[in-house]
């Protein structure tokens, strides 16, 4: 498996032994984020997880981003599915629409390009709202869910249901890849 790439989930592991879930302690952040990938996402292949992982981790730091806080974002987005739709039209892994995406120069079917492009753009938020609003990551991702005009309107989160929902589910994700980091790393 380990010289293999893109064989699918369907390939099977060695008896009693699954990739990321069955090893030993990770220390690494991008270890904790593709089990993360492979809970939510089965489909995608334990090396493809790892391999988007670390392009998420990468394109977090460019942008000045907490890792684990971008990929629990990307998570909730697609659960790192590089060919994902919505019914509201955004398209790819970071649920770009194509009309964000063209206004950023990003390649919303590529997961590299996406990803480097929405970190840069959730980067710009938190730090457009770093020092205006009382928690400037809710604000960031509000304005990636509803726009930064919502948030200009409303001062702040705004009282959208799915906006605050999809705000708590980041939460909740963001917590426990770093839970998980830390369990990991006491075994």
Known sequence: ?????????????????VLLRDGAPFAH???????????????IAPFDALYLADIAGKAAEDAGLDPEFFCATILQESAFDPDAFS???????????IGTAD?????PFDARSALYGS??????????????YPDPYAAALAAYNAGPQAVAAYHGVPPYAETRAY????????ARLLADQIKRRRV
């Open 1 to 17: 498996m380990a010289r293999s790439w893109h064989l699918g989930a369907s390939v099977t592991a060695p008896a009693d032994l």
């Open 167 to 174: 705000i708590g589910y980041v939460y909740e994700r963001w």
């Open 87 to 97: 019914s509201a039209g955004a398209v790819g892994i970071a649920q770009f629409t």
């Open 119 to 132: 970190a840069q753009l959730l980067g710009d938020y938190l730090n457009q709202y770093r020092n205006v």
């Open 29 to 43: 952040g991008s270890l904790a984020v593709a089990r993360s990938i492979q809970l939510s996402n089965p489909r």
């Open 103 to 107: 206004s950023g120069g990003v390649d």
